[in-house]
């Protein structure tokens, strides 16, 4: 008879833990990749296959994180950068070059005035340049 | 036509990109890079065409600045915080002309205001100031900015709050 899972020391049954699901719509050529890459790698199920592409992708992020490259050397030495626009979302800023500006008075007066206030709200035009 | 947009590298060939600007063009070509790794005046970002990597059709550069605050004038001292103000000047952005019209510019913009959101974050700073050409000044207004100087200057000194560049990000 198998045993009950049982939380120690308590006699209650465990809750079994829910895993979440991940479900994807793929277009027929990300459908045909993603069947060769598992067949190239060797993996069996999605959820293996999953699984090592988060790991690949977190560790790629962790490395842009850190500002390092990720690149590519073929055995001749010639050498690939791999820039993934996602990606470079991560990549940390080198701190931005300090410049002097010269402001007018009238310049000045305008500014502290903005300043001074709330912010405008966005434009349609602006909204739209932000998604993605 | 698939571009990313990402920083001047030394390997970038800007020799091809025009503007039609010949300042723009020549600060791409002859400063950008040896400010951005020598002098540390500017970063730029440069838009590159998948199809031809390295060759550069647009690009825009940024600095931070600051607005002291002993140089306002006194009547508007009292509201402002007791700091100088920190700032993000988006000093340049062009388009190679054969490639405008498809929105390049908007998305070279965008970019900018991304990073200049990003560097608000690690480095604290309150808006973004470009001095835009007068031809460009209704594009800029299209995304928020606001002339300091109406009819003034040449070109036109405009600012875009960093708070409203977040809001605008979480609407999106």
Same mark, same amino acid.
């Given at each position: ?34 069947? +060769? ?9 999605? +959820? ?34 791999? *820039? ?14 300090? *410049? ?33 | ?44 970002? *440069? ?62 913009? +965008? ?62």
């Amino acid at each position: 008879m198998p045993k009950a899972n049982l939380v120690k020391g308590t006699g209650h049954r465990a809750k079994p833990t829910r895993k979440p699901k991940f479900q994807a719509d793929l277009a027929p050529f990300e459908d045909s990749a993603v069947r +060769s890459l598992k067949q190239q790698l060797q993996l069996t199920s999605n +959820s293996d296959f999953f699984s090592e592409a988060v790991a690949l992708f977190q560790w790629a992020v962790s490395e842009r994180r850190q500002g390092h490259r990720i690149v590519s050397e073929s055995a001749n030495g010639e050498k690939k950068i791999l *820039v993934l626009p996602r990606l470079e979302r991560v990549a940390p800023e080198s701190a931005l070059p300090q *410049v002097r500006i010269d402001w007018t008075e009238k310049e000045l007066g305008r500014l502290a005035e903005l300043l001074s206030s709330e912010p405008a709200k966005p434009t349609e035009a602006l909204v739209r340049a932000m998604k993605g | 036509m698939a571009t990313v947009i990402r920083r001047l590298e030394e390997s970038d060939s800007p020799e091809n990109c025009d503007c039609r600007d010949e300042a723009l063009n020549n600060y791409l070509k002859r400063h950008a890079w040896n400010n951005q790794q020598k002098s540390s005046i500017g970063v730029t970002y *440069v838009a590159i065409d998948e199809l031809a990597p390295g060759a550069v059709i647009g690009y825009f550069t940024l600095a931070t600045s600051s607005a002291l605050r002993d140089s306002f004038p006194k009547k508007y001292v009292r509201g402002l915080p007791a700091y100088d103000v920190p700032v993000i000047l988006l000093a340049r952005l062009a388009v190679d002309h054969r490639f405008g019209g498809h929105g390049l510019g908007r998305e070279l913009l +965008s970019e900018a205001l991304r990073v200049s959101l990003r560097a608000s974050k690690q480095v604290g700073c309150r808006c973004v100031i470009v001095d835009a050409y007068p031809t460009a000044v209704e594009w800029y207004q299209r995304y928020g900015f606001t002339a300091l100087e109406v009819n003034k200057r040449s070109p036109v000194r405009m600012y875009l709050d960093i708070r409203t560049i977040e809001a605008a990000r979480s609407v999106s």
